[in-house]
């Protein structure tokens, strides 16, 4: 089983940045596709990106829906995966999660909340 502590998350204005981390324990991280998932109110959980492993290039995939605003990177060394935010919208309201791709459903993590609110 891994362990996955996310940070990062809080209260931002619209056009507002945030930088999302999780740091992965347990695993032989480089391994993993990797991703971040958000969970809205009343939403199911969705997937807004993924990052493969570096011997596939690390490649990422992105939600239409934060294209061009997000961007996922890794760190290897770290056992971390981050998520940059920028031009946050009211929808990005979420609770995020980092976990592989496919899902692991026993790794959920608390998750860490990102409220894009004036």
């Known amino acids: 089983q891994v362990q996955l502590v996310e940070s990062g998350g809080g209260l931002v204005q619209p056009g507002g940045s945030l930088r999302l981390s999780c740091v992965a324990a347990?695993?032989?991280?480089?391994?993993?596709?990797w991703a971040w998932y958000r969970q809205a109110p009343g939403k199911q959980r969705e997937l807004v990106a993924s990052?493969?492993?570096?011997?596939?290039?690390?490649?990422?995939n992105y939600a239409d829906s934060v294209k061009g605003r997000f961007t996922i990177t890794r760190d290897n060394a770290k056992n971390m995966v981050n998520l940059q935010m920028n031009s946050l919208k009211p929808e990005d309201t979420a609770v995020y999660y980092c976990?592989?791709?496919?899902?692991?459903?026993?790794?959920w993590g608390q998750g860490t909340q990102v409220t894009v609110s004036s």
């Open positions: 976990n592989r791709v496919p899902i692991v459903n026993t790794d």
């Open positions: 990052i493969n492993r570096e011997s596939f290039g690390a490649r990422t």
């Open positions: 347990g695993s032989i991280f480089s391994f993993y596709t």
